[in-house]
């Protein structure tokens, strides 16, 4: 399966050409790199242009004008993917949290479902050992909360690292998702999760990020946590399929 991965960046010079050529040296035929960069202060989007030309074909840009947020960024990289004949579509931070080496697993895992899932809950998952107990808490804590009132039969519900089959993606009615934040990765998931899309979870371990500073911040929490009330009520219609 041709499978390419989509990398939004905003400040990421530091780690983006070391997630690349980590990357390109997996075991993975035919991986392309889509790389959506807002136009980041510290050059990450000529950074891109450059590793464009060294893996000419296997690595893309698209530039946007600005911080635009992560749910469009995501959206857009996916369009064009899927318009490009991916037949497998990948997300990941371009930060390192996500292990790259689990990416042969998840693609391998979509044999068997529509999504596949880097999970930092499920048996075998874990987060960063370093993380104070309140930031633990805090991630098992949105975790709980989205799963339970949406309902997911999904462990990690708010994780970014994930493989989608195509046909499923093409089928999402990106156009009704609104979350272009955290909430992004937990409205996706319900939306497929309501249409009938079947999951698998692969254990990861989730490293925070090496370079570079987080956009975390409790407003986000906050703002996170209202919009899964909205997309219960938003997506109430959606039916599974058959
Ligand atoms: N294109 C784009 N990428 C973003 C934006 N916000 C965050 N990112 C990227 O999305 C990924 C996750 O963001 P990050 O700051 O690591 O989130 P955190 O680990 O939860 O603090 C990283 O690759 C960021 O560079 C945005 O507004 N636009
Ligand atoms: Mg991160």
């Known amino acids: 399966m041709q499978l390419t991965v989509v990398i939004p960046t905003y400040n990421e010079a530091e780690n983006l050409p070391k997630l690349v ?94 999504i596949a899932i880097g999970s930092r809950y499920v048996p075998g998952g874990s987060v960063d050992v ?17 799963r339970t009132i949406l309902s997911l039969p999904l462990r990690d519900v708010t994780g970014g690292y994930r493989v989608w089959r195509a046909e499923a993606l093409s089928g999402m009615p990106v156009e009704s998702i609104r979350s272009n934040g955290y909430a992004f990765q937990v ?20 490293a925070d990020r090496r370079w570079g500073i987080s956009k975390m911040s409790f407003r986000i929490q906050r703002e996170a946590a209202r919009r899964v009330w909205q997309m219960l009520y938003e997506h109430r219609r959606l039916r599974r399929k058959g």
Request: contains cysteine.
């Open 130 to 146: 370093d993380w104070p107990l309140w930031r633990k808490g805090l991630s098992a804590f949105a975790n709980f909360y989205a």
């Open 187 to 206: 409205e996706t998931a319900y939306v497929a999760y309501r249409l009938g899309y079947t999951f698998q979870e692969i254990p990861i371990y989730f």
């Open 21 to 114: 050529s980590a990357l390109f040296a997996l075991p993975v035929e035919s991986l392309k790199i889509l790389v959506v960069d807002d136009n980041s202060l510290d050059g990450t989007g000529q950074l891109a242009e450059q590793l464009a030309q060294t893996y000419p074909g296997r690595l893309e840009v698209l530039h946007r004008p600005g911080k635009l947020g992560l749910g469009t960024a995501y959206i857009q990289g996916f369009r064009y993917a899927i318009a490009a004949g991916a037949e497998a579509v990948g997300q990941m931070d371009a930060d390192f949290s996500h292990p790259p080496e689990k990416l042969p697993l998840l693609l391998d895992a979509l044999k068997s479902c529509d």
